[in-house]
């Protein structure tokens, strides 16, 4: 391996170490109404007063709010309403698997597709292999592939 792959795998490895460790409450899912809704509405604040906690206009509130429901929120004004609300916004984007399984499946994905391009050359060539041989490469591609890692593995769709 190289040493940026080097450096990819110990990235990998620490960040899969770090979401294991997220506690799932931070990680709830959001109230329909929004996190900001959610906890002003908690507190018992109006609109105007978390509007004047926040420096802005009640409206500029109402806004943040719906766009936290609508997805367009930005994360400035959602820091700005959780400053205002004696919070901490945490930020994460949290893989559905781990990364090392990610770039396995990747690698997985392109030994297949190659090994199936070859594998259909030598058949019309009537040199086709056996199983367990296909199924032998298909593991030693795959280990090359998610080894080598990097930026090829995703220039393919």
Known sequence: MTDQADQAALARKHLDRQFTALDPVLLAPRPPRGWVR????????????????????????????????????TLAGLRKAAEALDCTL????????????????????????????????????????????LAAELDRLTDDYAKRGGRRLWDQP
């Open 90 to 133: 945490h930020y994460v984007l949290v893989p559905n698997k781990p990364l090392a399984a990610l770039v396995h499946d990747r690698a997985r994905t392109l030994a297949e597709a190659q090994l199936s391009r070859v594998h259909h050359t030598m058949r019309l060539e009537d040199q086709a292999v056996s199983g367990a041989d």
């Open 38 to 73: 959610a906890i002003r509405d908690a507190l018992g604040m109006t609109v105007r007063q978390l509007g004047a906690r926040m420096g802005k206009s009640h409206s500029t509130v109402g806004a943040v709010e719906q766009g936290e429901v609508a997805g367009t929120v």
